[in-house]
């Protein structure tokens, strides 16, 4: 399978404990995203890299939230002292910077719930 | 705030008509105008984009997009229950060559 790849799927936590996803965007791609969704809502933009250098990140992201992408390949979201509001779907995309950018491709989501 | 705009639904259509799903935005320079499918539980799949006035067409998808009323739509022809799913308008963030805005989706069902 050459899509984007989540780990883990599904994570569930107790509030207060930090927790890590990762990341693996389609081989070729060198633009990676990070999304969060909630019920019945879109995507919303979390942060974005280009290779290795985090171009992006939301005003909206608490500075619980840091991401890294140390080579260039894999990506890895980690959110820190959990709070309930922080479950929801994290997604993660990948694209080309040549060719068309918008062309965002999604991988499966990890679940997170915050207990 | 830059807003995309999706009636939430259900929207019900029996199998084998024409299911048609609307999106406003509020931004009148917006360029770029995606259409995303999500099934339950699964994440966003990229069905098709348009940056020009008029329409595309994919195989049963058609999307139109009419710059002046800001509103872009999406045709499904022969519709097939497995088209049921949300279907998510998004529109790139003017000034940004990556950052899009997303609609809340529109929730189709198809019945058999």
């Known amino acids: 399978d050459t899509g984007v790849s989540q780990d883990p799927r599904h994570k569930i936590t107790k509030r207060g404990q930090n927790v890590t996803f990762r990341c693996d965007p389609i081989?070729?791609?060198?633009?990676l995203y990070w999304y969060r969704q909630t019920l019945g809502q879109g995507p919303e933009f979390l942060t974005y890299?280009?290779?290795?250098?985090?171009?992006?990140k939301s005003r909206l992201l608490s500075d619980r939230f840091s991401a890294e992408r140390p080579k260039g390949s894999f990506s890895t979201l980690e959110i820190q002292r959990t709070e309930q509001g922080d479950s929801a779907m994290y997604l993660c995309?990948?694209?080309?910077?040549?060719?068309?950018?918008?062309?965002?491709?999604f991988g499966p989501g990890t679940r997170l719930t915050v207990t | 705030q830059k807003e995309v705009e999706q009636n939430s639904g259900p929207l019900s259509v029996p199998e084998g008509a024409i299911a048609s799903l609307n999106c406003t935005y509020s931004?009148?320079?917006?360029?770029?105008f995606f259409w995303y499918r999500q099934y339950s539980g699964k994440s966003p799949e990229l069905i098709m984009f348009?940056?020009s006035n008029g329409d595309k067409e994919d195989g049963r998808f058609t999307a139109q997009l009419n710059k002046a009323s800001q509103y872009v739509s999406l045709l499904i022809r022969d519709s097939q229950p497995s088209d049921s799913a949300t279907y998510l308008c998004a529109v790139k963030l003017v000034g940004s060559n990556y950052q899009l805005i997303w609609g809340a989706g529109t929730k189709l069902i198809i019945k058999p």
């Open positions: 890299f280009q290779n290795e250098a985090q171009l992006e």
């Open positions: 931004d009148r320079g917006s360029q770029s």
């Open positions: 081989s070729e791609h060198n633009r």
């Open positions: 995309a990948s694209s080309l910077a040549a060719g068309d950018p918008y062309e965002q491709y």
């Open positions: 348009i940056y």
